[in-house]
Structure formats: structure tokens, C-alpha cells
């Protein structure tokens, strides 16, 4: 199973869809390595993800665990002190995501002048100590962004295995109803993801590469190989979040709501996790639940909290990614009949890696 370990819940960033996050206490970690590694001794094969805040903050820490506890270890940082991690620990990340928004315009604007030229130097200098994992940008996506743009860009740096992104939540919720222009730009989204489908299959027939863009791979998977999809990012089924203080939530976001607590590393043994906090209606009547897995735990189950048509909007983009993958499917089939491209490369991720899948 996946456990996002949150070290602290400080951030060196003030980012403009995030404010700092959860700033409920306690904001550092209540509980011992040796508590921690009691709990996760239940589990034979744990993916341990840290997660903040910005976890970098806390590398003594986060290096005691990886010290103390053997599986496999994920990272989610924003990348401002990723030339912190000596070679010795960089060697044992499975996957690092570090959160870009794109170009260098679009993420100073959203996280701060100067991330994106920080984040981009220590992406390379980590390539260069040893690190042969997985490197994966990890966008968030608010409003006005052109999808199109930039993803392109993050691709053609070429410092990156896969780019994947999530839609900023903000301008779902309620206190967004008043806004203008959600609408319009949701509408842009779309065409910006159907002509970067376009790009992705244009890309396999002329170079014969399947460039890494996570939503587009993850759903092809499903749909070239049939196996129906629960809810992607695993929030509830196989991935938890394990608190400050001890308490293990259903997902790393929704941890200041009630329903999304699911235990706790003191009293609770990971199996008896799964399966206790689910998503609901209408995700499981929809007619594509099944590739789709219900998107987001959190706003499936705080959807009193959405804006009126929140829901019918965040779906949009849902259905018409689908749409425009399904349409492309034929062309892929054929392209791994003739093995211009291969099979195997739409085997992603390897493990839940804390990629989502579904935008
Ligand atoms: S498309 Fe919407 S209703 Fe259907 S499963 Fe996904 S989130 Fe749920
Ligand atoms: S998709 Fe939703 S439920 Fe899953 S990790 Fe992200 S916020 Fe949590």
C-alpha cells in the first residue's frame, strides 16, 4: 500500500491555489520513527511518499525513515532545496515529483518570482548526483492556464520522464460561485487537451515515442487492456495519508474533514484501512465509473461544498479527455500492431506513485 507521510505541514512557498495549506496543529510530527515503523510493518511491500508542507524542510527526519524502513520511497517537493539530498538518498527514490506549473511565466506567477528557474537547475543537478528514478512535473492547473502551451513546454525541456497535472479545486468551490469565466476557460481546457492528444499521437507516428504525459497513458492503459479502474489516485482503497499526529486520512488533502479519517497508525493495522471511506453517487451510476474510478475522493464527498454546476463541470473535462482518447485508440492499436510503438510503454505507473491519472 501507498502512505503519504506529511513531515510538517510549513511550507517555504505561499503559493496563490494553495495559501500555506492545512495550518491546523499540530504541525509536526507527534509520533516516533519507531511508532511509524510498527505500523508499517504490517504491510509487506509499503510505498512511503513524503509529503508536506514542503517535506524538504525536514530532511533529518525524512532521512531517519528512509534509514529505518525498507520499501519504496516517493517524494512530492515543491524543488526549492532538492540539491539538499545527498547522492546516498537520492539513490533511493523510486519516483520525485516536483511541483511546475509550466513555463517559467505561469509558474513565477502562481508560486513566486524565481521558482521556476530554481526548480528547473535542481531537476538537472539531481539528474547529474545520480538520480535514475523517475522525474515527474507535477502541474497544477487553475484557472486561465493554457494547458496546450504549457505542457508542451515541460515537455520539450526534456528533463522530465512525465509530466502530470491536476485542475486548481478553487474555482469549484462555492466561494468561487460569484467568479466569471469558468465556463469559458473549462471550454479552452478541452480544446487545449484535444490538441494536445493530437500532438501525443502526431509525436508516436513521427518519432515512434510515446511521450509521458500521465492522464493520457494511464486512461489508453485502461483502455487498451480492458481492466475496469477504481478511484485512480487510490485516496481510501490501497492510499493513505498518515497525520502529524498519528491519524491516517483517506486522502492527503482532505485531512481537516471528518470523513476522511480512517484510523490511526497507533490503533489501526493497515489492511483494516481499505475500503472504510469510499466515494459515492453519482460516480458509481456514471456510465464511465469504471475508467474514470470516481476522479476525487475529497470532492465527491464534500460536493455541498461545489459551486452550483461544479460537479456537471468538473466532469466535463473528464468526459471529453475520455472521448478524445477513445477516438484516438484505433490509431494506437495500429500503431502497436505495426510495433511502431510498443505495448509495454503505456505500462504506467509501475505503482501508484502518486500520480492521480485523472486531471
Ligand atoms: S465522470 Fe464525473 S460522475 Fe463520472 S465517475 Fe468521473 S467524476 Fe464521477
Ligand atoms: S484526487 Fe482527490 S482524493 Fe485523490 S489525492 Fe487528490 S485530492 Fe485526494
Not at 77 to 88: C, R, V
Not at 260 to 289: H, R, T, W, Y
Amino acid at each position: 500500500m501507498h502512505y503519504h507521510i506529511i513531515l510538517t505541514k510549513e511550507c517555504n512557498l505561499n503559493c496563490n491555489y494553495c495559501g500555506g495549506g492545512s495550518d491546523t496543529p499540530p504541525k509536526e510530527i507527534q509520533y516516533t520513527i519507531p511508532d511509524l515503523k510498527k505500523f508499517l510493518s504490517g504491510d509487506k511491500a509499503p510505498v512511503v511518499e513524503f509529503y508536506g508542507g514542503e517535506p524538504l524542510l525536514r530532511t533529518a527526519t525524512m532521512k531517519e525513515i528512509m534509514d529505518s524502513i525498507s520499501g519504496r520511497f516517493v517524494i512530492q517537493t515543491n524543488g526549492l532545496l532538492l540539491d539538499k539530498i545527498e547522492p546516498h538518498y537520492l539513490e533511493k527514490f523510486n519516483s520525485i515529483l516536483v511541483s511546475i506549473d509550466g513555463g517559467k511565466e505561469v509558474t513565477d506567477r502562481n508560486r513566486g518570482s524565481g521558482v521556476y528557474d530554481k526548480v528547473v537547475r535542481n531537476s538537472k543537478l539531481i539528474r547529474e548526483s545520480g538520480f535514475t528514478g523517475d522525474l515527474v512535473a507535477r502541474m497544477t492547473v487553475p484557472q486561465g492556464t493554457n494547458i496546450y502551451e504549457n505542457v508542451l513546454h515541460l515537455e520539450g525541456i526534456g528533463i522530465f520522464d512525465h509530466i502530470h497535472w491536476q485542475l486548481g479545486f478553487e474555482m469549484f468551490w462555492e466561494s468561487w460561485e460569484e467568479e466569471t469565466g469558468v465556463e469559458a476557460w473549462i471550454s479552452s481546457y478541452n480544446a487545449g487537451i484535444s490538441s494536445l492528444v493530437e500532438w501525443w499521437i502526431e509525436e508516436m507516428k513521427s518519432a515512434g515515442r510515446v511521450a509521458g504525459i500521465v492522464p493520457f497513458i494511464g486512461i489508453m492503459n485502461s483502455l487498451l487492456f480492458g481492466a475496469p479502474s477504481r478511484l485512480r489516485c487510490g485516496c481510501g482503497i490501497d492510499f493513505f495519508t498518515v497525520m502529524p499526529d498519528g491519524r491516517i486520512s483517506a486522502c492527503p488533502v482532505s485531512i481537516d474533514f471528518d470523513f476522511s479519517i480512517a484510523g490511526s497508525i497507533f490503533n489501526d493495522a493497515p489492511q483494516s484501512l481499505c475500503d472504510k471511506v469510499c466515494v459515492v453517487e453519482p460516480c458509481i451510476s456514471c456510465n464511465i465509473f469504471t475508467i474514470c474510478g470516481g476522479r476525487c475522493l475529497f470532492v465527491n464527498r464534500a460536493q455541498d461544498m461545489l459551486r452550483k454546476n461544479g460537479y456537471f463541470l468538473i466532469c466535463s473535462t473528464v468526459r471529453h479527455l475520455v472521448r478524445e482518447l477513445e477516438a484516438a485508440l484505433p490509431y494506437i492499436r495500429e500503431m502497436i500492431d505495426c510495433k511502431v510503438i510498443g505495448r509495454k510503454e503505456f505500462k504506467y505507473p509501475e505503482f501508484n506513485n502518486g500520480c492521480e491519472i485523472i486531471p
